[in-house]
Protein backbone atom coordinates (compact mmCIF):
# COMPACT_ATOMS: atom_id res chain seq x y z
CA UNK A 1 0.00 0.00 0.00
CA UNK A 2 1.17 3.49 -0.68
CA UNK A 3 2.14 5.50 2.00
CA UNK A 4 -0.21 8.88 2.02
CA UNK A 5 1.62 11.86 0.84
CA UNK A 6 5.08 9.88 0.18
CA UNK A 7 6.82 10.88 -3.28
CA UNK A 8 7.06 8.26 -5.57
CA UNK A 9 9.63 8.04 -9.25
CA UNK A 10 7.43 9.45 -12.29
CA UNK A 11 5.58 7.22 -13.59
CA UNK A 12 6.67 4.28 -11.08
CA UNK A 13 3.42 2.95 -8.99
CA UNK A 14 5.08 0.96 -6.43
CA UNK A 15 2.21 -1.56 -6.09
CA UNK A 16 2.69 -2.29 -9.71
CA UNK A 17 6.60 -3.76 -8.78
CA UNK A 18 5.43 -7.37 -10.27
CA UNK A 19 3.75 -5.35 -13.54
CA UNK A 20 6.96 -4.26 -14.15
CA UNK A 21 9.38 -6.89 -13.38
CA UNK A 22 7.50 -8.90 -16.24
CA UNK A 23 7.84 -5.99 -18.85
CA UNK A 24 11.55 -5.94 -17.77
CA UNK A 25 11.94 -9.73 -18.79
CA UNK A 26 10.11 -9.06 -22.15
CA UNK A 27 12.32 -6.08 -22.72
CA UNK A 28 15.37 -8.20 -22.07
CA UNK A 29 13.86 -11.24 -24.53
CA UNK A 30 13.26 -8.98 -27.25
CA UNK A 31 16.64 -7.30 -27.11
CA UNK A 32 18.46 -10.63 -27.21
CA UNK A 33 16.25 -11.60 -30.43
CA UNK A 34 17.42 -8.28 -32.60
CA UNK A 35 19.28 -8.98 -36.01
CA UNK A 36 22.95 -9.50 -35.12
CA UNK A 37 23.85 -7.90 -37.96
CA UNK A 38 27.38 -9.09 -40.16
CA UNK A 39 31.01 -10.02 -38.56
CA UNK A 40 33.28 -7.58 -40.25
CA UNK A 41 35.72 -9.62 -42.76
CA UNK A 42 38.45 -11.23 -40.89
CA UNK A 43 36.50 -12.09 -37.90
CA UNK A 44 35.72 -11.18 -34.43
CA UNK A 45 38.33 -8.22 -33.87
CA UNK A 46 41.35 -8.27 -31.61
CA UNK A 47 43.80 -6.57 -29.71
CA UNK A 48 43.56 -3.28 -32.02
CA UNK A 49 39.94 -2.84 -31.67
CA UNK A 50 38.40 -0.13 -30.04
CA UNK A 51 37.19 -0.09 -26.50
CA UNK A 52 33.91 1.33 -25.79
CA UNK A 53 33.27 1.71 -21.24
CA UNK A 54 29.73 2.56 -20.72
CA UNK A 55 28.64 4.71 -16.97
CA UNK A 56 25.87 5.79 -15.94
CA UNK A 57 27.35 8.98 -15.43
CA UNK A 58 31.29 9.88 -16.44
CA UNK A 59 30.72 13.64 -14.89
CA UNK A 60 30.20 12.58 -11.20
CA UNK A 61 32.77 11.74 -8.31
CA UNK A 62 32.60 7.99 -7.59
CA UNK A 63 34.89 5.34 -7.07
CA UNK A 64 33.47 3.81 -10.57
CA UNK A 65 33.65 6.82 -12.35
CA UNK A 66 36.95 7.62 -11.16
CA UNK A 67 38.47 4.15 -11.80
CA UNK A 68 36.56 3.39 -15.35
CA UNK A 69 38.19 7.21 -16.59
CA UNK A 70 41.87 5.78 -15.22
CA UNK A 71 41.00 2.53 -17.19
CA UNK A 72 39.65 4.72 -20.51
CA UNK A 73 43.13 7.28 -20.26
CA UNK A 74 45.55 4.16 -19.63
CA UNK A 75 44.36 2.40 -22.54
CA UNK A 76 44.25 5.82 -24.61
CA UNK A 77 47.85 6.14 -23.69
CA UNK A 78 48.41 2.83 -24.77
CA UNK A 79 47.01 3.51 -28.74
CA UNK A 80 43.81 2.45 -27.96
CA UNK A 81 40.73 4.32 -29.69
CA UNK A 82 38.49 4.88 -26.11
CA UNK A 83 35.21 6.08 -25.53
CA UNK A 84 33.52 6.60 -22.76
CA UNK A 85 29.81 6.63 -23.26
CA UNK A 86 28.10 8.85 -20.46
CA UNK A 87 23.90 8.32 -20.23
CA UNK A 88 23.63 11.54 -18.06
CA UNK A 89 25.02 13.91 -16.32
CA UNK A 90 24.13 16.57 -14.01
CA UNK A 91 22.81 19.97 -14.81
CA UNK A 92 25.76 21.36 -12.35
CA UNK A 93 28.36 19.66 -14.08
CA UNK A 94 29.64 20.87 -17.14
CA UNK A 95 32.50 18.93 -17.45
CA UNK A 96 34.57 15.66 -15.54
CA UNK A 97 35.16 15.88 -12.18
CA UNK A 98 38.21 13.62 -13.11
CA UNK A 99 40.76 14.53 -15.83
CA UNK A 100 39.89 12.81 -18.98
CA UNK A 101 43.25 12.29 -21.44
CA UNK A 102 41.97 14.54 -24.30
CA UNK A 103 42.56 11.13 -26.35
CA UNK A 104 39.25 9.61 -25.33
CA UNK A 105 36.07 10.42 -26.94
CA UNK A 106 32.89 11.34 -24.77
CA UNK A 107 29.65 10.78 -25.57
CA UNK A 108 26.77 12.01 -23.53
CA UNK A 109 23.45 10.21 -24.12
CA UNK A 110 21.09 12.27 -22.00
CA UNK A 111 22.24 15.58 -22.41
CA UNK A 112 20.34 18.41 -20.06
CA UNK A 113 22.16 21.41 -21.97
CA UNK A 114 21.10 19.98 -25.47
CA UNK A 115 18.46 22.77 -26.94
CA UNK A 116 15.22 20.29 -28.39
CA UNK A 117 12.32 21.25 -31.21
CA UNK A 118 9.10 21.35 -29.52
CA UNK A 119 8.81 17.27 -30.82
CA UNK A 120 11.31 16.09 -29.13
CA UNK A 121 10.85 17.79 -25.78
CA UNK A 122 7.41 16.60 -26.00
CA UNK A 123 9.10 12.90 -26.03
CA UNK A 124 11.64 13.30 -23.77
CA UNK A 125 9.60 14.25 -21.20
CA UNK A 126 7.10 12.33 -21.86
CA UNK A 127 9.61 9.01 -22.19
CA UNK A 128 11.42 10.11 -18.95
CA UNK A 129 7.87 9.74 -16.72
CA UNK A 130 8.18 6.27 -17.56
CA UNK A 131 10.37 3.64 -15.72
CA UNK A 132 13.28 1.80 -17.13
CA UNK A 133 12.84 -1.47 -18.63
CA UNK A 134 15.85 -2.12 -19.35
CA UNK A 135 17.38 -1.86 -16.00
CA UNK A 136 15.91 -4.40 -13.33
CA UNK A 137 13.86 -2.42 -10.83
CA UNK A 138 16.30 -4.47 -7.82
CA UNK A 139 19.07 -2.61 -9.35
CA UNK A 140 20.03 0.71 -7.36
CA UNK A 141 20.26 2.65 -10.51
CA UNK A 142 17.07 1.87 -11.93
CA UNK A 143 15.11 4.76 -10.46
CA UNK A 144 17.80 7.02 -12.07
CA UNK A 145 16.42 5.65 -15.62
CA UNK A 146 13.54 6.27 -17.32
CA UNK A 147 12.45 4.69 -21.11
CA UNK A 148 13.69 7.49 -22.77
CA UNK A 149 17.29 6.77 -21.63
CA UNK A 150 16.97 3.01 -22.08
CA UNK A 151 16.15 4.11 -26.06
CA UNK A 152 19.32 5.71 -25.72
CA UNK A 153 21.01 3.32 -24.75
CA UNK A 154 20.41 0.83 -26.64
CA UNK A 155 20.64 3.04 -29.13
CA UNK A 156 24.17 3.33 -28.53
CA UNK A 157 25.11 0.04 -27.84
CA UNK A 158 23.50 -1.13 -31.48
CA UNK A 159 25.58 1.64 -33.24
CA UNK A 160 28.29 -0.50 -32.45
CA UNK A 161 28.96 -3.32 -34.80
CA UNK A 162 32.74 -4.86 -33.66
CA UNK A 163 35.44 -3.57 -30.86
CA UNK A 164 34.99 -4.39 -27.02
CA UNK A 165 31.90 -2.99 -25.44
CA UNK A 166 32.44 -2.49 -21.18
CA UNK A 167 29.75 -2.23 -18.99
CA UNK A 168 30.84 -0.94 -15.71
CA UNK A 169 27.39 -1.84 -13.20
CA UNK A 170 25.01 -4.71 -13.48
CA UNK A 171 22.43 -2.86 -15.39
CA UNK A 172 25.03 -1.88 -17.89
CA UNK A 173 26.21 -5.44 -17.84
CA UNK A 174 22.82 -6.79 -19.09
CA UNK A 175 21.91 -4.30 -21.52
CA UNK A 176 25.36 -5.11 -23.27
CA UNK A 177 24.45 -8.72 -22.83
CA UNK A 178 21.46 -8.57 -24.87
CA UNK A 179 21.90 -6.11 -27.24
CA UNK A 180 24.86 -6.20 -28.39
CA UNK A 181 25.45 -6.96 -31.96
CA UNK A 182 27.34 -10.35 -32.84
CA UNK A 183 30.95 -9.15 -33.76
CA UNK A 184 31.09 -7.19 -30.32
CA UNK A 185 32.77 -8.43 -28.05
CA UNK A 186 30.68 -8.20 -24.56
CA UNK A 187 32.26 -7.63 -21.22
CA UNK A 188 30.92 -6.98 -17.66
CA UNK A 189 32.91 -4.92 -15.07
CA UNK A 190 31.25 -5.23 -11.05
CA UNK A 191 32.64 -2.93 -9.15
CA UNK A 192 30.71 -3.78 -6.06
CA UNK A 193 30.28 -7.40 -4.10
CA UNK A 194 27.78 -10.16 -5.39
CA UNK A 195 26.69 -9.81 -1.62
CA UNK A 196 24.93 -6.70 -1.49
CA UNK A 197 22.47 -7.42 -4.00
CA UNK A 198 18.86 -8.26 -3.07
CA UNK A 199 17.80 -11.89 -4.83
CA UNK A 200 15.28 -10.50 -7.57
CA UNK A 201 18.96 -9.01 -9.26
CA UNK A 202 21.02 -11.84 -8.33
CA UNK A 203 18.36 -14.53 -9.77
CA UNK A 204 18.78 -12.28 -13.18
CA UNK A 205 22.57 -11.63 -12.84
CA UNK A 206 22.62 -15.47 -12.60
CA UNK A 207 21.41 -16.01 -16.26
CA UNK A 208 22.53 -12.65 -18.05
CA UNK A 209 25.86 -12.83 -17.04
CA UNK A 210 26.08 -16.21 -18.87
CA UNK A 211 25.68 -13.78 -22.27
CA UNK A 212 28.63 -11.73 -21.51
CA UNK A 213 32.11 -13.10 -22.96
CA UNK A 214 34.51 -11.95 -19.81
CA UNK A 215 33.38 -10.60 -16.60
CA UNK A 216 35.66 -8.66 -14.41
CA UNK A 217 35.70 -8.50 -10.92
CA UNK A 218 37.59 -6.43 -8.19
CA UNK A 219 38.75 -9.83 -5.75
CA UNK A 220 39.29 -13.19 -5.40
CA UNK A 221 36.33 -13.12 -3.62
CA UNK A 222 34.22 -11.83 -6.02
CA UNK A 223 35.45 -14.35 -8.35
CA UNK A 224 33.76 -16.95 -6.55
CA UNK A 225 30.88 -15.74 -6.15
CA UNK A 226 30.37 -14.94 -9.88
CA UNK A 227 31.02 -18.72 -10.14
CA UNK A 228 29.11 -19.85 -7.92
CA UNK A 229 26.62 -17.72 -9.76
CA UNK A 230 26.83 -18.29 -13.15
CA UNK A 231 28.26 -21.60 -13.31
CA UNK A 232 31.91 -23.00 -15.06
CA UNK A 233 31.01 -22.41 -18.30
CA UNK A 234 31.93 -18.87 -19.89
CA UNK A 235 31.98 -16.39 -19.85
CA UNK A 236 35.85 -15.58 -18.77
CA UNK A 237 35.80 -14.19 -14.86
CA UNK A 238 38.86 -12.61 -14.49
CA UNK A 239 40.41 -10.53 -11.17
CA UNK A 240 41.37 -7.42 -12.07
CA UNK A 241 42.17 -5.02 -9.68
CA UNK A 242 40.98 -1.17 -10.03
CA UNK A 243 44.44 1.14 -11.07
CA UNK A 244 45.64 4.03 -8.88
CA UNK A 245 44.66 7.19 -11.10
CA UNK A 246 47.63 8.92 -12.47
CA UNK A 247 46.28 12.39 -10.56
CA UNK A 248 48.86 14.36 -9.23
CA UNK A 249 50.22 13.46 -5.46
CA UNK A 250 52.69 14.25 -2.73
CA UNK A 251 54.61 11.75 -0.42
CA UNK A 252 54.46 11.81 3.22
CA UNK A 253 57.03 12.01 5.42
CA UNK A 254 55.61 10.53 8.09
CA UNK A 255 55.81 13.80 10.66
CA UNK A 256 52.40 15.05 10.19
CA UNK A 257 49.81 14.76 13.38
CA UNK A 258 46.87 14.02 10.87
CA UNK A 259 45.01 11.07 10.63
CA UNK A 260 42.45 11.21 7.02
CA UNK A 261 39.88 9.03 5.30
CA UNK A 262 38.38 9.86 2.25
CA UNK A 263 34.91 8.48 0.66
CA UNK A 264 31.46 8.89 -0.18
CA UNK A 265 29.74 10.39 2.92
CA UNK A 266 27.30 7.37 3.61
CA UNK A 267 26.03 4.90 5.83
CA UNK A 268 28.19 2.26 4.20
CA UNK A 269 31.15 3.85 4.98
CA UNK A 270 30.56 4.42 8.29
CA UNK A 271 32.39 7.58 8.95
CA UNK A 272 30.74 7.31 12.12
CA UNK A 273 32.71 4.96 13.62
CA UNK A 274 35.82 6.73 12.86
CA UNK A 275 34.48 9.77 14.45
CA UNK A 276 33.65 7.67 17.43
CA UNK A 277 36.60 5.84 17.26
CA UNK A 278 38.53 9.18 16.90
CA UNK A 279 37.37 10.58 19.98
CA UNK A 280 38.72 7.96 22.30
CA UNK A 281 42.55 8.95 20.50
CA UNK A 282 41.86 12.66 20.71
CA UNK A 283 41.54 12.11 24.72
CA UNK A 284 44.94 10.23 24.78
CA UNK A 285 46.43 12.30 21.96
CA UNK A 286 45.55 15.71 21.68
CA UNK A 287 47.96 17.15 19.06
CA UNK A 288 46.60 14.68 16.51
CA UNK A 289 43.63 15.79 14.56
CA UNK A 290 41.23 14.04 11.79
CA UNK A 291 40.16 15.18 8.34
CA UNK A 292 37.70 13.51 6.53
CA UNK A 293 37.01 14.10 3.01
CA UNK A 294 34.36 13.43 0.81
CA UNK A 295 30.67 14.48 0.29
CA UNK A 296 27.19 12.24 0.73
CA UNK A 297 24.06 11.99 2.20
CA UNK A 298 25.74 11.71 5.93
CA UNK A 299 27.39 15.19 6.16
CA UNK A 300 24.90 17.06 8.86
CA UNK A 301 24.71 13.47 10.92
CA UNK A 302 28.25 13.58 11.17
CA UNK A 303 28.57 17.37 11.89
CA UNK A 304 26.01 16.96 14.59
CA UNK A 305 28.32 13.82 15.72
CA UNK A 306 31.27 16.13 16.07
CA UNK A 307 29.61 18.81 17.81
CA UNK A 308 28.08 15.97 20.39
CA UNK A 309 31.42 14.68 20.98
CA UNK A 310 32.99 18.17 21.49
CA UNK A 311 35.73 17.60 18.08
CA UNK A 312 34.58 20.83 16.58
CA UNK A 313 38.50 21.40 16.40
CA UNK A 314 39.98 18.72 16.02
CA UNK A 315 37.57 16.53 13.50
CA UNK A 316 36.81 18.39 9.87
CA UNK A 317 34.42 17.55 7.27
CA UNK A 318 36.67 18.56 4.49
CA UNK A 319 34.80 18.06 1.61
CA UNK A 320 35.65 16.80 -2.04
CA UNK A 321 39.02 17.33 -3.48
CA UNK A 322 40.01 16.71 -6.97
CA UNK A 323 43.50 16.81 -5.44
CA UNK A 324 43.49 13.96 -3.09
CA UNK A 325 46.68 12.50 -3.59
CA UNK A 326 48.40 15.70 -2.56
CA UNK A 327 46.27 15.77 1.03
CA UNK A 328 47.12 12.16 1.82
CA UNK A 329 50.75 13.37 1.11
CA UNK A 330 49.98 16.01 4.63
CA UNK A 331 48.84 12.93 6.48
CA UNK A 332 50.20 10.21 8.31
CA UNK A 333 48.05 7.29 8.85
CA UNK A 334 44.78 6.61 7.11
CA UNK A 335 41.78 4.75 7.85
CA UNK A 336 38.74 3.08 6.28
CA UNK A 337 35.90 2.36 8.38
CA UNK A 338 33.47 0.85 5.66
CA UNK A 339 31.60 -2.23 6.46
CA UNK A 340 31.11 -3.45 2.90
CA UNK A 341 34.01 -2.44 0.29
CA UNK A 342 34.39 -3.98 -3.29
CA UNK A 343 37.58 -2.81 -3.57
CA UNK A 344 39.14 -0.06 -1.97
CA UNK A 345 41.14 2.23 -4.05
CA UNK A 346 41.78 4.60 -1.88
CA UNK A 347 43.31 2.10 0.27
CA UNK A 348 46.09 1.83 -2.17
CA UNK A 349 46.33 5.36 -2.65
CA UNK A 350 47.45 6.04 0.68
CA UNK A 351 50.39 3.34 0.44
CA UNK A 352 51.31 4.63 -2.42
CA UNK A 353 51.65 8.09 -0.34
CA UNK A 354 53.46 6.40 2.21
CA UNK A 355 50.49 6.21 5.22
CA UNK A 356 50.21 3.52 7.13
CA UNK A 357 46.85 2.58 7.05
CA UNK A 358 44.40 1.18 9.47
CA UNK A 359 40.81 -0.71 7.96
CA UNK A 360 38.05 -2.52 8.86
CA UNK A 361 38.48 -6.31 7.77
CA UNK A 362 35.50 -6.03 5.82
CA UNK A 363 33.88 -8.25 2.70
CA UNK A 364 35.56 -7.91 -0.21
CA UNK A 365 38.54 -5.55 -0.86
CA UNK A 366 40.30 -4.85 2.49
CA UNK A 367 41.60 -8.41 3.41
CA UNK A 368 43.06 -9.12 0.04
CA UNK A 369 45.10 -5.62 -0.68
CA UNK A 370 46.43 -5.24 3.37
CA UNK A 371 48.61 -7.76 4.95
CA UNK A 372 47.35 -7.47 9.02
CA UNK A 373 50.84 -6.48 10.38
CA UNK A 374 52.94 -6.08 7.39
CA UNK A 375 51.78 -3.23 5.32
CA UNK A 376 48.82 -2.23 7.35
CA UNK A 377 46.51 -3.09 10.10
CA UNK A 378 43.18 -5.22 9.96
CA UNK A 379 40.35 -4.42 12.56
CA UNK A 380 36.78 -6.10 12.81
CA UNK A 381 34.54 -4.26 11.14
CA UNK A 382 32.12 -2.09 13.31
CA UNK A 383 34.16 -2.69 16.43
CA UNK A 384 34.82 1.03 17.79
CA UNK A 385 37.41 -0.04 20.49
CA UNK A 386 39.47 -1.88 17.95
CA UNK A 387 39.79 0.73 15.44
CA UNK A 388 40.59 3.12 18.23
CA UNK A 389 43.21 0.70 19.86
CA UNK A 390 44.89 0.35 16.24
CA UNK A 391 44.91 4.33 15.51
CA UNK A 392 46.18 4.75 18.94
CA UNK A 393 49.23 2.23 18.47
CA UNK A 394 50.00 3.95 15.07
CA UNK A 395 50.32 7.64 16.87
CA UNK A 396 52.05 6.24 19.36
CA UNK A 397 54.83 3.78 17.73
CA UNK A 398 56.70 6.32 14.82
CA UNK A 399 58.77 3.41 14.25
CA UNK A 400 55.64 0.75 13.62
CA UNK A 401 54.15 3.87 11.41
CA UNK A 402 57.54 3.99 9.63
CA UNK A 403 57.85 0.21 8.94
CA UNK A 404 54.29 -0.03 7.96
CA UNK A 405 54.32 2.97 5.75
CA UNK A 406 57.51 1.85 3.53
CA UNK A 407 56.04 -2.13 3.26
CA UNK A 408 52.96 0.11 1.99
CA UNK A 409 54.64 1.89 -0.82
CA UNK A 410 55.87 -1.14 -2.07
CA UNK A 411 52.44 -3.38 -2.26
CA UNK A 412 51.26 -0.62 -3.91
CA UNK A 413 53.20 -0.82 -7.68
CA UNK A 414 50.98 -3.91 -7.56
CA UNK A 415 48.04 -1.52 -8.77
CA UNK A 416 50.15 0.83 -10.97
CA UNK A 417 47.75 1.71 -14.34
CA UNK A 418 50.42 0.25 -16.53
CA UNK A 419 50.74 -2.96 -14.17
CA UNK A 420 47.14 -3.41 -14.16
CA UNK A 421 46.36 -2.37 -17.99
CA UNK A 422 48.25 -6.01 -18.74
CA UNK A 423 45.44 -7.58 -16.75
CA UNK A 424 43.07 -5.52 -18.91
CA UNK A 425 44.39 -6.63 -22.07
CA UNK A 426 44.60 -9.98 -21.19
CA UNK A 427 40.85 -10.26 -20.08
CA UNK A 428 40.15 -8.62 -23.69
CA UNK A 429 42.03 -10.94 -25.79
CA UNK A 430 40.46 -13.77 -23.90
CA UNK A 431 37.06 -12.33 -24.28
CA UNK A 432 37.24 -12.14 -27.87
CA UNK A 433 38.61 -15.98 -27.97
CA UNK A 434 35.05 -16.63 -26.56
CA UNK A 435 32.92 -14.54 -28.93
CA UNK A 436 35.12 -16.27 -32.03
CA UNK A 437 33.84 -19.62 -30.40
CA UNK A 438 30.21 -18.48 -29.81
CA UNK A 439 30.48 -17.29 -33.64
CA UNK A 440 31.64 -20.18 -34.67
CA UNK A 441 28.74 -22.32 -33.05
CA UNK A 442 26.50 -20.10 -34.44
CA UNK A 443 25.01 -18.65 -31.38
CA UNK A 444 23.44 -16.25 -33.15
CA UNK A 445 21.41 -16.31 -37.12
CA UNK A 446 22.72 -13.23 -38.55
Not at 21 to 34: D, E, I, N, S
Amino acid sequence: MRRPGRPHAAGRDPDDGGRLVRLHGLVLALLARLPGGRVRAGGVTGAEAGVVLVVHSAFGMGGTIRSSITQANELARAGRRVTLVSITRAADQPEPFFAVDPEVEIRLLDDPGRRRGPLGRFLRRALTAMPSLVFHPAETRARRMSLWRDLLLVREIRRHRDGLLLGTRAGLNVAVAHAARRGVVRVGQEHVPFASYPPALLAELSTSYRDLDALMVLTGGDAAQARELIGTEPPVVAVVPNALPDDPWTPADGRAKVIVTAGRLSRGKRQDLLVRAFARVARRNPDWELKIYGKGGREASLRRLIARLELEDRAHLMGATDRLGDELGRASIFVLSSELEAFGIVLIEAMRAGLAVVSTDCPHGPRELVTDGEDGLLVPTGDVRALARAMDRLVRDGELRARLAAEARATSRAYEPAVVAERWEDTYRRAAQVRRERLGQGERPA
